[in-house]
Nanobody, 115 residues
Framework: QVQVVESGGGSVQAGGSLRLSCAAS????????MGWYRQAPRKQRELVAN???????NYADSVKGRATISRDNAKNAVYLQMNNLKPEDTAVYYC?????????WGQGTQVTVSS
């Protein structure tokens, strides 16, 4: 029903920045909160940031002050701007879209931060 595609990942040096993008398509009417999650090796998938249709957002403590989540409801898109990246930010980043009681996940985009 909903297709979710992330982009913008890549390899950067510590202190660098990336902007991740996520676009939802298909049956997009009724999309609610959207968020970014990440999963690093040997770790559970964790919330990075979440944002409601009205723009209310929250962040994991680990990225607070370095990450900004935003969304464009007209485009059914959500973005994650990450600054001052650290090696511990290395992970696969996933976009999650909630719609009508269901979660839809993207395939993930790799972020690698080297020291």
């Amino acid at each position: 029903q909903v297709q979710v595609v992330e982009s913008g990942g890549g390899s950067v040096q510590a202190g660098g920045s990336l902007r991740l993008s996520c676009a939802a398509s298909g049956s997009t009417f009724g999309i609610g909160p959207m968020g970014w999650y990440r999963q690093a090796p040997r770790k559970q998938r964790e919330l990075v940031a979440n944002i409601t249709p009205g723009g209310n957002s929250n962040y994991a403590d680990s990225v607070k002050g370095r990450a900004t989540i935003s969304r464009d409801n007209a485009k059914n898109a959500v973005y994650l701007q990450m600054n001052n990246l650290k090696p511990e930010d290395t992970a696969v980043y996933y976009c999650k879209v909630f719609r009508l009681g269901n979660d839809y996940w993207g395939q993930g985009t790799q972020v690698t931060v080297s020291s």
